[in-house]
Structures are given as C-alpha cells and as structure tokens.
C-alpha cells in the first residue's frame, strides 16, 4: 500500500491522558499537513510540514499540541493532557502537487 | 464569514439529475481541490484546478479566478454519488501550500 497511512485508527482515552498519533506520508511527498474534522464540519488546518520544517501552525493549537516531522518522512502529532473538546478526527494528508489523505485517527476522550 | 464558502450545506437529488455544488473563496489561491468524503471513509481528492476546466467521467470541475469561484458538476447522478464534497483551497503566497477548507456540501442522491 503506497497511500498515506495513520496510526492508530481509533483511540479512547480518558481526560487529561496524553496521546500520539502517528503519519506515514507517501515516500515522495515532500509536503505533510495535519487536520481535525468534527462531524458535518469540514477540515481544519492544525499544521503543515515541508520536508522536516514545520513551517506553520494554527493559532486555534493551544500548546497542548506538538507535532514533529524528523526526519521529513513520517510525522507524529502529540496531544497533552487530553480535554472532552479534542474529541475529532485528526486527518493527516501529504502532497507533492495533488493531495492524498490518510483514513484518519479518531480520538474520543472520555 | 469563512474564507472558503460552499452552497449548497446540503443537497438531495434524484438519480440521473444534473448536480451543481457551488464554492467562493475570498483569498488569492495557487490551486483549488475539489475532494469526496463517503460517510465513514476517508478523503479523496477528484480535482486540481487553477484554470478552466477538467473533466472525468461524469465529474467536472470549473474554476474563474476571475470571480473566485469554482463549480463541481455531476451529469447523471447516481447513488453511489451520495457523499461530501468539500472545496480546498490552496495559498497563494510565496512559501507557502496552506489548504483552506470549505465546509462540505452533502449530497444525497436517491435511486
């Protein structure tokens, strides 16, 4: 499989647990981008990647978010002391001209 | 008012009818996608469009940078159409590939 994948695909945890969430771009993809959708609302833009830069970040992100690129391939996103609100689909995408989406992490917070 | 903004928020149709989903954009864009999400699945982009028009299969997408507005049609829907589509847009300042999301259209299509 040479999509964009996302690990893990469902996590429940309780409030205020940490959680990671894990992308692995397509290999040529030098552009990574984390989003969050809640339900009937489209993707919002949480931060964008190229190659290990991260070169923007949402000013909505409280600094309870941290994402990481290291070594400009796979991309983790971390999420501190979990809240009820981060409740969301977190949807990685990477890009070289078109954009490919993973099948999303689904956090549910207890 | 969002930047990226879609008409209709939803939309049923009968199968075989001609469909329109509307998106405007009020920022300076490089590229704009039209993407398709099924309820439950993932993303998948149909359309990159900075000019004119592209066509596939029974989908087109048009785009006037003009009047900052794009159009995705469906000639002969079906029900396996029914799902989102959202519009993203795509920066246009220097450096950056940011994608600015419309809400979503949600299509139903009855047999």
């Known amino acids: 499989d040479t999509g964009v994948s996302q690990d893990p695909r469902h996590k429940i945890t309780k409030r205020g647990q940490n959680v990671t969430f894990r992308c692995d771009p397509i290999?040529?993809?030098?552009?990574l981008y984390w989003y969050r959708q809640t339900l009937g609302q489209g993707p919002e833009f949480l931060t964008y990647f190229q190659n290990e830069a991260q070169l923007e970040k949402s000013r909505l992100l409280s600094d309870r978010f941290s994402a990481e690129r290291p070594k400009g391939s796979f991309s983790t996103l971390e999420i501190q002391r979990t809240e009820q609100g981060d409740s969301a689909m977190y949807l990685c995408a990477s890009s070289a001209a078109e954009l490919f989406f993973g099948e999303g992490s689904r956090l549910t917070v207890l | 008012k969002n930047e990226v903004e879609q008409s209709p928020q939803n939309l049923t149709a009968q199968e075989g009818e001609f469909i329109t989903i509307n998106c405007s954009y009020s920022?300076?864009?490089?590229?704009l996608h039209w993407l398709q999400q099924h309820p439950g699945g993932g993303i998948v982009s149909l359309f990159m469009l900075s000019s004119g028009k592209k066509k596939h299969g029974r989908l087109i997408a048009t785009i006037n940078i003009q009047e900052k507005h794009s159009s995705l049609h469906i000639t002969a829907s079906h029900p396996r159409d029914s799902a989102v589509y959202i519009c993203a847009a795509r920066g246009v300042a220097s450096g950056t590939y940011k994608y600015i999301f419309g809400t979503g259209t949600r299509l139903k299509v009855l047999a």
């Open positions: 920022v300076g864009i490089s590229a």
């Open positions: 290999s040529e993809h030098n552009r």
